[in-house]
């Protein structure tokens, strides 16, 4: 008995795990900001709407800022369907950021702010998942408003410069988030990537160009 209760005593004595605290929030974005992608096919500009899905702009802004796109691969491209990116090509730059996840931004109903052609959402595997990995429609995708894949913004200018990037690999180069098939890709990086898909489009660098802050009243 005496034993017994000597290790309840201990048991309750022990010091508590500590807790991790949460990452800061990333800091608000400007309302309307363009971004220029530099990629091995030419450069393209997303032109980035707040409004549209606050807590996706904000992380976008905070991984531009960070330089966390240069020097990575456009890994997933499907023709006619999206363009995927937003696995950085250092293995220790993607742990950092992956389980950095961001709640959900309700889809506007309407046609600006639907998947259609043009337009940048991210990818997640489930409600609340969303952290880098972020995808452009090729085509019209609007079936995708319902899955929740809210839109943050468009390309403005070289769309013609997102349909040249290699798509032979299609799903086969990491696929989807949700395929559950990418974890060789998150550990080797640009390494595993380039040395089993050599031909994937590189994107070499994304910059913010310019900075539109649109007070409202």
Request: charge should be neutral; glycine fraction near 10%.
């Amino acid at each position: 008995m005496l034993r017994v209760a000597a290790l309840l005593t201990i048991l309750l004595s022990a010091p508590s795990p500590a807790v991790q605290p949460s990452p800061p929030p990333d800091p608000r974005a400007p309302e309307v900001f363009h971004v220029r992608f530099e990629t091995s096919q030419g450069s393209f500009v997303v032109e980035v709407h707040r409004e549209w899905a606050p807590q996706g702009a904000d992380r976008f802004h905070a991984l531009v800022a960070a330089g966390y796109f240069d020097d990575s691969r456009f890994f997933r491209v499907v023709p006619g369907f999206i363009a995927q990116f937003g696995v950085a090509g250092d293995p220790k730059i993607t742990a950092a950021w992956k389980d950095r996840t961001i709640p959900d931004d309700p889809v506007r109903q309407s046609n600006i702010q639907s998947n259609t052609r043009g337009t940048i959402a991210y990818a997640m595997t489930g409600p609340n998942t969303r952290a880098t990995q972020l995808y452009i429609n090729l085509a019209d995708n609007s079936r995708l408003d319902a899955q929740g894949f809210a839109p943050i913004g468009r390309v403005t200018s070289g769309m013609e410069v997102v349909d040249r990037l290699y798509g032979g690999y299609g799903e086969g180069s990491g696929g989807g988030m949700r395929g559950g098939k990418q974890g060789e890709m998150l550990k080797g990086g640009n390494a595993w990537l380039d040395a089993h898909f050599p031909k994937l489009d590189h994107l070499l660098r994304a910059r913010i160009i310019e900075e539109k802050s649109e007070e409202k009243p």
